[in-house]
């Protein structure tokens, strides 16, 4: 069974700093993307960045130059250093394996909410 185990959200005032990280656990076929998604109140999930086994990365434009997303594939691990937030970075935060079979895993979701 695939486990997606996600940590570091919280309450952070605007223009601070978060780290999240997820560590993928269990049986599961060769992983193609990990990454992040968000859902706010209100809103429908949306990609925050995603990194493939290669390393190419993909940002959504909302956090261009403020987030960062790292990968560890001997450990099945990524992270995302979350830099200059804003109110609007508010939501919950699901971490994604994407296989390459086309199988997608997700994290339970943590919550971050940034004050104004």
């Known amino acids: 069974q695939v486990q997606l185990v996600e940590s570091g959200g919280g309450l952070v005032q605007a223009g601070g700093s978060l780290r999240l990280s997820c560590a993928a656990t269990?049986?599961?076929?060769?992983?193609?993307?990990m990454g992040w998604y968000r859902q706010g109140p209100g809103k429908q999930r949306e990609l925050v960045a995603t990194v493939t086994k290669g390393g190419r990365t993909n940002y959504a434009d909302s956090v261009k130059g403020r987030f960062t997303i790292s990968r560890e594939n001997t450990k099945n691990t990524v992270s995302l250093q979350m830099n200059s937030l804003k109110p609007d970075d508010t939501a919950v935060y699901y971490c994604?394996?994407?296989?390459?079979?086309?199988?997608?895993?997700w994290g339970q979701g943590t919550q971050v909410t940034v004050s104004s």
């Open positions: 994604n394996l994407r296989t390459f079979q086309g199988y997608d895993y």
């Open positions: 269990g049986y599961f076929f060769s992983i193609n993307t």
